[in-house]
């Protein structure tokens, strides 16, 4: 007993001595003991202690045996992040640094989906510009933080702007809207959320979808498989295909869909069909989950051109009383791709589960961002409140959609001039902001090397990137391509 005292005394010592940022092998091989000894002196010869004793020192072991190890950064002659591998750029916001690059003057970048004007500029809209000016004259605004969920009217509006201001799901309370990062941060809730509370972990996404879908929700914890939509050889909707790929999904799978302007193919089931695949989804009891990146936009081009119709699709699924996920950005509608403003809401059979859901949504959000920021959420709740600013949003809506529209047709008329082969009429079936040309990535980065034009390597192009004046230059690349110069 006696020994063990001294024993104890004598690791103490040794602890009380180590300097805190030095421990090498003997040190920490010696705390080891101490801790041991001094378990098993209050616990005098209990053999279990023994063995948890034995038990510390091995695990100590394998950080005791490198004697190098140092905490010391001066000491350390490699980085210790020197076993990294250079990450490849994003495949659609690495176009945008490559392009940055590039010191052509007749460099053009129709890379990521953002809008252009004519002149080729950026686009902050007027009444973005107007509700900024009235936030910062309003002086009883302060910077706290806003709630976990984010602003109670942004969420309340954005609901009634994708579900309608009728909509029975929002009259019954039986929706929870929560403020995210825009529609990625939107998507990503959405997935931790299932994959932490839902019993099946699979989400389906159309071939091909939006690249950073299958990353979006790997991370969030869902196995990803995919269901066929495109039909390469008819540049259309491979509708046999879905149905056929979303019959087999088990049942419970989740099931990704975009609710208008697919990216990248910028085609869309019409009514009929997504009817067809709301009775199909219902039958098998499947979860949807929405992507809406291009609502209200009358970049979807339904005939009507109104804010209501492009969110027809998602408004077919909450009438049949279902339940659904829906993601929601204003990075394209209203130009606020930097501010990061974005929606999540859940459909619920009843406000008690809707309840429920939204505090289980909170515990989501506070450990990934805390809460969600407050600028842009201002902006967008002041514009869905106010008739006539809601109004001024509408009119430069259709400006940016007429401009994308005309820019289909002046580049379908560019190659019809230049007598392109191939069918192009594709370019002005296609609905939203991309064209899905068909070029493969060969042709692709011979456009790129010899006409300095940025795109994706699928063949996707931009159209809100494009002008007047930068048709011709893409005809001409697109031509040359073609024809046998890629
Ligand atoms: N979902 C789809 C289908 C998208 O196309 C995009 C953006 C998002 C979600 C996410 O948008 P947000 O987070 O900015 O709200 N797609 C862009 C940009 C426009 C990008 O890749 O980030 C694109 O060029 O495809």
Known sequence: MKEQKKKVARSERKVAETPALEFCGREVRELGVGVGTMLGACFVDGRGLNTLARHFISALEPMASNDGISASPTAASDSVFNHLVRAPEDPILGVTVAFNKDPSPVKLNLGVGAYRTEEGK??????????????INDLSRNKEYIPIVGLADFNKLSAKLIFGADS?????????????LSGTGSLRVGGEFLAKHYHHRTIYLPTP????????????????????????ATRGLDFE????????????????????AHNPTGVDPTLEQWEQIRQLIRLKALL???????????FCGFASGSLDADAQPVRLFVADGGELLLAQSYAKNLGLYGERVGALSIVCKSPDVASRVESQLKLVIRPMFSSPPIHGASIVAAILKDGDLFNEWTIELKAMADRIISMRQQLFDALQSRGTP???????????????TGLNAEQVSFMTNEYHI???????????????????HLADAIHAAVTGGA
């Open 241 to 260: 295909g879905l149905l056929e790929d979303l019959g087999a999904a088990p049942s419970g799978s989740i099931i990704l869909l975009h609710a208008c």
């Open 454 to 472: 940025y795109m994706t390597s699928d063949g996707r192009i931009s159209m809100a990137g494009l002008s007047s004046k930068t048709v011709p």
């Open 288 to 298: 949807p989950f929405f992507d809406s990146a291009y609502q209200a936009s009358l």
């Open 422 to 436: 191939g069918d192009w009429s594709h370019i002005i079936k296609q609905i939203g902001m991309f064209t899905f």
């Open 168 to 180: 029975p799901a929002i009259q019954e309370n039986r929706v929870t809207t929560v403020q995210c």
């Open 209 to 232: 979808t939006w690249g950073n879908h299958h990353k979006v929700f790997n991370l969030a914890g869902l196995s990803v498989k995919t269901y066929r939509y495109y039909a390469p």
């Open 122 to 135: 950026p686009l902050v809209l007027n009444v973005v510009r107007k509700v900024e000016q009235q936030l």
